[in-house]
């Protein structure tokens, strides 16, 4: 994913200088940039990027101008940086068809985990497979492979996976698993998970009471270990 094309558009200065070297440091090596909306157009008139990244406040035409403008000619991924964090911005951003935002001051490494999961999700591998100590797990086909066995997962199950291995090596908060099982209204569904958890431990693990693969981070949430990720 590191050769991914991604235009950041942004009127500050510093900004978009600050979020090139993030992307630089962490190996990145096609990042282009543009201080304003006008620009972005014409840069996007001759060459459409593998994502962008959009400022909402800007001169002139503002973010969500420029993402009506590109969804009328691309559906190239696009995450928003927003200064606001109302609901009603983040419901606008999703309507105009973003696929992710993030408020306003960030975090380096949130700002690139949020958008090598958005390039993940954007540009699959075929034959997605991820490798663990005891097993294999077929992202396509929601299949832990055992030898010579393919144990199917569940939805949740799946779900729940896919959100670790996305993440992989990185602890996943409960709460984030939680919602990415059952949605935004997630609070009650802690027990539930431990039991998914507890599920998927023994179709990925050796010695599901010994896990070596999916870790417990007490207090936090969950780890998977991976040995090759997809």
Not at 7 to 33: C, H, P, W
Not at 68 to 79: D, G
Not at 103 to 119: G, Q, S
Not at 172 to 201: D, K, P
Request: net charge negative.
């Amino acid at each position: 994913m590191l050769d991914k094309s991604i235009l950041i558009v942004d009127d500050e200065q510093d900004l978009l200088i600050m979020i090139k070297s993030i992307f630089m440091r962490a190996g990145y090596t096609n990042i282009i940039t543009a201080s304003s909306a006008k620009e972005a157009l014409k840069m996007l008139s001759k060459k459409i990027p593998d994502m962008i990244i959009l400022d909402i406040m800007m001169p002139e035409m503002d973010g969500f101008e420029l993402l009506q403008e590109i969804r009328t000619v691309s559906k190239v991924p696009v995450l928003i940086l927003t200064a606001r964090g109302e609901a009603e911005d983040r419901f606008s951003g999703f309507e105009l068809g973003a696929d992710d935002y993030l408020v306003k001051p960030f975090l380096p490494r949130e700002l690139l985990l949020r958008v090598n999961a958005i390039l993940r999700r954007a540009y699959p591998k075929s034959n997605r497979i991820v490798v663990l100590d005891a097993v294999c797990v077929d992202l396509d086909l929601a299949e832990v492979i055992r030898e010579n066995d393919r144990i199917p997962l569940t939805a949740k199950e799946y779900a729940i996976f896919l959100k670790l291995a996305e993440n992989a090596g990185r602890i996943v908060t409960i709460g984030s698993l939680c919602q990415t099982a059952c949605g935004e209204i997630w609070q009650g569904y802690e027990n539930t998970l431990m039991t998914h958890i507890r599920h998927l431990r023994e179709k990925i693990e050796k010695e599901p009471s010994a896990p070596v693969s999916l870790l417990t981070v007490k207090g936090l949430g969950y780890k998977l270990i991976v040995k090759e990720e997809y």
